[in-house]
Each structure stands twice: as structure tokens, then as C-alpha cells.
């Protein structure tokens, strides 16, 4: 039915749009975050995330050097971030370390 093929052409264009303003929103969260804690001269690391969908995953990892419980810093749990008191190789395998001039190192690829 030539209806419903329009139908669900119409609402992909409009579901896509969304999606893409919806993790440019979460991007942009997450590198900023990130310059915040840059600012007072902490360690901060990302990975992306390569694996699944971030509605079954999430956006990535933001791995920040330090100690605090992370509903108490933002009001509520985001599961890309984590805060380690000691940072060690094992910790950021296959992490970026994320500076102020590669902030766009933190990103989510549409899939």
C-alpha cells in the first residue's frame, strides 16, 4: 500500500532528525562535562561507544580522575560517566584521553 510506505517514509525522515538532535544534545552534555572537570586540571577519558545502539547502550564512556558519587554531582545516575580516583592503564584500555583541544574526540556515531 503506497498509504502506509508514505506513512513510514515520512515518519523515519522525522524519527531520524530527532535522533540526530537527540545525540548532539547528549554530545554536547558530555564534552562539556568534560571541559568543566579539564578546567580543574583533572584526567578525563572517553570511549565511544562502537558496540550497540545507545537506546541498548548508552553514548559512551566518560571516565573523570576522581572521587565523587555521581548522583550527588549532577541529581541523578548517567551511566556514561564515571568517576576512578586512580586512573591506571587497566582502567582506560581503549579509552581517548580527552584534552581541551580534542573535545570532539567525544562522540557518538549514528548507526
Known sequence: ??????????TKEKFD??????????IAFLR????IY???ERKVYFRENRVVHWGEGNFGTL?????????EVFGD???EIRFEPEI???VIKGY???KEENLEDIRYKIT
Open 38 to 40: 579539564l578546567q580543574q
Open 32 to 35: 562539556e562535562v568534560a571541559r
Open 77 to 79: 545516575y548517567i551511566s
Open 96 to 98: 581517548v584521553e580527552i
Open 88 to 90: 591506571s592503564e587497566k
Open 63 to 71: 571516565v573523570i580522575q576522581g572521587d565523587e558519587e555521581i548522583i
Open 17 to 26: 532528525q530527532l535522533e540526530k538532535e537527540l545525540v548532539e544534545c547528549y
Open 1 to 10: 500500500m503506497k498509504v502506509l510506505e508514505s506513512l513510514w517514509k515520512e
